[in-house]
């Protein structure tokens, strides 16, 4: 028994935060829409490469989160290259970030904020800047 690597993650929300949402990482964030399988409820697959890294899933009107289950999810992060490119495609948009610096690595990181409040961070390892 082992783990083989990363999947993907799911985002639920209206249809109408999905459009946006799909909107924002498609062309802020550069992944791509992608196949989805015919489900029975409505969503999007956004991909890296040839991975389908984002599901999002519409929310249903009547859906509740229990009351017990805390959101713990903070931020999802991205391997990048070129971080000159990223900023200036921010700041086209005008989404907020931070930039940060790990001295010990020398990896540059972008944080920001997709329309739905879930963070993002973008990493550039050293010389990929």
Request: aromatic fraction near 14%; proline fraction near 5%; charge should be negative.
């Amino acid at each position: 028994m082992s783990l083989l690597g990363f999947s993907h993650y799911n985002l639920r929300a209206s249809r109408a935060m999905l459009d946006t949402l799909r909107d924002f990482y498609v062309e802020v964030v550069g992944m791509q829409s992608g196949y989805r399988p015919p489900f029975q409820s409505f969503g999007y697959w956004l991909y890296i490469g040839e991975q389908a890294v984002l599901h999002l899933s519409e929310a249903r009107p009547d859906e509740t989160r229990p009351a017990h289950v805390v959101n713990t999810f903070d931020h999802v992060a991205l391997s990048c290259s070129n971080l000159a490119a990223f900023e200036e495609r921010l700041r086209k948009f005008e989404v907020r970030y931070t930039h940060d610096y790990v001295p010990v690595t020398g990896q540059e990181q972008l944080f920001f904020s997709d329309p739905a409040g879930n963070g993002v961070e973008l990493n550039f390892a050293k010389g990929d800047v």
